[in-house]
């Protein structure tokens, strides 16, 4: 495996928490503790524009698919609502009353999903914007959600080190899973949802059996929190990002680790704490609190 620096996206001047791949080809999105959310191409990798204004930092983006939106959780628990049509923010949904840290959607069901610090999920409908229920899922911060590639399964990583899975058709609760001894920041499942991967502020990445419930294994990954997972799309690998500053990818067969992309390795890397990585195609993309975006080639 061989890792190549490709590009590095400046423009932001403040920590970013998080990217979004646009559902238009060779665009991205990022987010932060900026005033704005901002547009990039990565056919020229350089910026196009700020897509928006917000009042707050913005924790999570999201672009359904099939739809001609984005969302965007804020710190003040607003989602802000931008229609690619409409060229215009067409609304802000507003519930929450604390921070919004994951967004994901249902497709086959029409539903958004945002979870809040309050312990809460919110789940709207994507095509009339209203909201449908209110989920109380645990006394503190749900960090982060996972969706199986079948659309069955729910996945959420609390900040009270659990990791609940629902059934996406009514939400009913399947499993707690416990394991990890700090707060859950990041979970992925795999492609054929045979796995599912978690990651907390332990430094611990750890591989669910999702038929049995069971840990199958424990991976001391990193030396702080692991901030972001990211399945490949296609590939039997997962990149870890951390807020020691690396990014490991690892093997799904064996678990193995493949590479590790960090200064001390002699990458010229991020010097910050890295809040998330999106795979698009065999390109990594990194982002961090040193306020850049770093695409890494990944030749396998």
């Known amino acids: 495996m061989v890792v190549k620096k490709k590009a590095e996206l400046i423009g932001h001047n403040n920590p970013i928490f998080t990217l979004e791949l646009s559902n238009k080809p060779e665009i991205l999105f990022s987010g932060g503790n900026d005033k704005g959310l901002v547009e990039w191409s990565l056919k020229r990798n350089e910026f196009i524009k700020i897509l928006f204004p917000v009042q707050s930092s913005i924790y999570a983006i999201h672009c359904p698919v099939l739809y001609p939106l984005i969302f965007a959780g804020l710190r003040n628990g607003d989602i802000v609502v931008y229609s690619f049509i409409d060229h215009k923010v067409i609304t802000i949904l507003k519930h929450h009353n604390t921070?919004?840290?994951?967004?994901?959607?249902?497709?086959?069901?029409?539903?958004?999903?945002?979870?809040?610090?309050?312990?809460?999920?919110?789940?709207?409908?994507?095509?009339?914007?209203?909201?449908?229920?209110?989920?109380?899922?645990?006394?503190?911060?749900?960090?982060?959600?996972?969706?199986?590639?079948?659309?069955?399964?729910?996945?959420?990583?609390?900040?009270?080190?659990?990791?609940?899975?629902?059934?996406?058709?009514?939400?009913?609760?399947?499993?707690?899973?416990?394991?990890h001894s700090l707060p859950v920041f990041s979970i992925q499942f795999s492609h054929n949802n045979e796995y599912l991967i978690s990651g907390g502020r332990d430094a611990q990445v750890k591989v669910w059996d999702m038929f049995t419930y069971i840990e199958i294994i424990n991976i001391p990954a990193h030396l702080f929190a692991v901030n972001s997972i990211a399945v490949h799309p296609s590939l039997p690998y997962f990149a870890t990002a951390s807020m020691d500053k690396s990014i490991k990818i690892w093997s799904l067969e064996d678990f193995k680790l493949y590479k590790t992309i960090n200064l001390e390795k002699g990458y010229l890397g991020h010097r910050l704490s890295i809040n998330k990585i999106v795979w698009k195609d065999n390109d990594l993309i990194s982002t961090s609190d040193d306020k850049r975006i770093i695409i890494w080639e990944i030749i396998i």
């Open 99 to 179: 921070p919004v840290f994951d967004i994901k959607s249902i497709k086959n069901k029409n539903e958004l999903i945002a979870t809040a610090e309050d312990g809460t999920i919110s789940i709207w409908d994507i095509k009339n914007l209203t909201l449908l229920h209110t989920i109380i899922l645990s006394k503190d911060t749900i960090r982060c959600i996972a969706i199986s590639t079948d659309e069955k399964l729910i996945a959420f990583g609390c900040r009270d080190t659990k990791i609940k899975v629902y059934k996406t058709t009514d939400f009913s609760l399947l499993k707690t899973l416990e394991g």
